[in-house]
């Protein structure tokens, strides 16, 4: 059974850094596209981040220069490396790995950006 796991996540002064990780099992890793979603309290998920099979990144405009997105296929595991963090980036973050029909999501990981 596919699983997505994050990790990472915590408490971090503005400016700070983080870096999430997304380990997947049950999956043939490399097929999959990867994204980072994330949702603070009262709003909408939103992408922030993905990353395709063969390395292509795109990134949210609101964090664009700031978070950068990666893949190792032998680890089985996507990153998220987020600096220069803002209050605003307070949200659970969830991994994703889409393809094809196929669609998993992890449970996410919060991240909290407070002085």
């Known amino acids: 059974q596919a699983q997505l796991v994050e990790s990472g996540g915590g408490l971090v002064e503005p400016g700070g850094s983080l870096r999430l990780s997304c380990v997947a099992s049950?999956?043939?890793?490399?097929?999959?596209?990867m994204d980072w979603f994330r949702q603070a309290p009262g709003k909408q998920r939103e992408l922030v981040a993905a990353?395709?099979?063969?390395?292509?990144?795109n990134y949210a405009d609101s964090v664009r220069d700031r978070f950068t997105i990666s893949r190792d296929n032998a680890k089985n595991t996507a990153y998220l490396q987020m600096n220069n963090l803002k209050p605003e980036d307070t949200a659970v973050y969830y991994c994703?790995?889409?393809?094809?029909?196929?669609?998993?999501w992890g449970k996410g990981t919060l991240v909290t950006v407070s002085s």
């Open positions: 994703n790995a889409h393809w094809a029909w196929y669609d998993y």
């Open positions: 049950g999956m043939t890793f490399s097929h999959y596209a």
């Open positions: 990353i395709t099979s063969g390395g292509t990144t």
